[in-house]
């Protein structure tokens, strides 16, 4: 069987400004990313056929998405041979596994994918908002949905309280603990330090971390990411026509789709893990490279026990021995045994979404990491992006 | 009543009712396959497991065990209780038959994994939220 995402590869990345709070329209930011990396890939806009993103335009959660396939397209004026938006699919980085599928069966040549958010400035000077209390119950709307019914009602207004219980239930059959879990927003933190786009760059200390107001048990307010205004986008384009462009291209080894467990926060068969566990087996299922072979992983990080389930899921620590394995931080730092979330992750960098760790894999890949370079030429990265029921992972080999 | 936190309540449906309104008999019910006799949750029209239509809705014993939990500091919404316990509790009758609910009438603190709890239901305008307090067990 031929691994047909490996017709596909990375060929440039954007980002636009990123900030806490910027109050810009998103739209403009969004495009900002976009024309970046078509810079960066050595297109034109007139050269994009393809066009990708996560969510789309929908109304949800305030600032959650800050531009949709059609206002891209637009504004840009593309004549696209295919697009798709959406959420319902595996995790935020399935719209760039959908255009690795879309390239690599020739529907077309260079994709653009993006992903935008003003969530800092559509949630204002307050608190974070809860899911459904902002628009939904105070006016009287009633939940409707699996998702939405089965949890409000139980005062369960955020991820946060969801992925909580995972964390929760893996502390209880491991014996993992708040102190190792801290090691996973402390490393975060130092990587950020050399970020100069991360929200959050002062140091953060295991005091720090073990002194911070509990947000839900057992998440404190560091183990929850920051919300922010900020776009991210890629280029995917067709392996055999990226040879000639700006960059040497990074060859999509293997992506990580899967669910096979049930699609929800409360009804997977294992809550110790999530829809992550299946993605990640399937991305080794496609590949010979193994865990040692990876040099840098970007893993999502939305809470940080999520991205002790990605180490876990991807192998590269026993399933159960996450917390030992970041106790101390030495063995994720950038000069460790798997350095991951180089440029602060979503914790300290900004809750990007998703695709702020695969441009920071292409980063790291390219080489182009400044003072949070990982060391020795790193040519093997994943990036991997969700929790919950959300899950996609890509293998990124540099030729 | 008035000192009952804020809850957002669900949307009830033709398929959905029978869980959000079976509290007021004091009845915890999911649906239930006729033909194999796997319970269902959410309700669906079909059995997951051997995909006959010929359901039924029937009640649980209203005894379960929490599976997980977590103690909500966060004031997402203003409330009296902070914090309060939100957990996944697994019901006797079947192995991954499972409910995020909150466990009520006992100290936040004293919430754990294994704990044995039971149904207990609290009425809001037209619906019953089956919530789960320490189970008195002989």
Known sequence: ?399 | MADLPFRVLPRVTRANEHFWRGGAEGRLQFLRCTKCGTWIHPPSPVCPTCYAKELEVAAVSGLATVATFTLNHQPWVPAPDHPYAIAIVELDEQRGLRLMTNIVNCPAESVHIGMRVHVVFEQREDVWIPLFEPAVES
């Open chain 1, 1 to 399: 069987m031929e691994i047909l995402e490996r017709r596909a590869a990375l060929t440039g990345i954007g980002q636009s400004e990123v900030g806490r709070r910027l109050g810009r329209d998103p739209l403009e930011l969004t495009l900002d990313a976009c024309l970046a990396a078509i810079a960066d890939a050595g297109l034109s806009p007139r050269e994009i056929d393809g066009l990708s993103t996560y969510p789309g335009g929908m109304g949800g959660a305030p600032g959650f998405t800050g531009a949709g396939v059609t206002d891209v397209h637009d504004a840009l004026r593309l004549e696209l041979n295919w697009y798709t938006g959406g959420i319902e699919r595996p995790g935020q980085l399935g719209a760039v596994i959908d255009a690795c599928a879309a390239v690599a069966t020739g529907l077309a040549t260079h994709v653009l994918c993006f992903r935008s958010v003003w969530e800092g400035t559509a949630q204002g000077k307050g608190g974070r908002a809860g899911i459904g209390v902002g628009d939904g119950g105070g006016r009287g709307l009633r939940a409707a949905g699996a998702m939405m019914e089965l949890t409000l009602p139980f005062r369960a207004y955020s991820a946060a309280n969801w992925i909580a219980m995972n964390a929760q239930r893996h502390f209880h059959e491991y014996g993992t603990t708040r102190e190792q879990l801290a090691w996973i927003a402390i490393n975060a933190r130092r990587n950020a330090a050399g970020n100069p786009n991360a929200i959050y760059r002062d140091p953060l200390s295991l005091d720090d971390y073990l002194s911070a107001r509990l947000v839900s048990t057992p998440f404190c307010l560091y183990d929850c990411d920051v919300p922010c205004d900020g776009a991210t986008a890629m280029i995917v384009s067709r392996a055999d026509r990226a040879r000639d462009l700006r960059r040497p291209p990074l060859r999509v080894e293997a992506v990580g789709s899967a669910l096979r467990g049930r699609p929800s926060w409360d009804q997977f068969d294992d809550l110790t893990t999530m829809a992550l566990r299946d993605a990640a087996k399937m991305l080794w299922e496609r590949t010979d490279l193994r865990p040692a072979d990876v040099d840098v992983a970007e893993l999502y990080d939305g809470f940080s026990f999520i991205a002790l389930a990605w180490l876990e899921a991807l192998g590269f620590c026993g399933v159960g021995e996450g917390g030992p394995f970041v106790d101390g931080g030495a063995r994720i730092a950038r000069d460790g045994e798997i350095p991951i979330n180089t440029n602060g992750g979503q914790l300290s960098g900004g809750r990007l979404h998703g695709f702020g760790f695969l441009h920071e894999a292409c980063v790291q890949l390219w080489g182009e990491g400044g003072a949070r370079q990982v060391p020795g030429d790193p040519r093997v990265a994943v990036a991997a992006a969700g929790g919950g029921p959300l899950g996609g992972c890509l293998l990124l080999a540099r030729e």
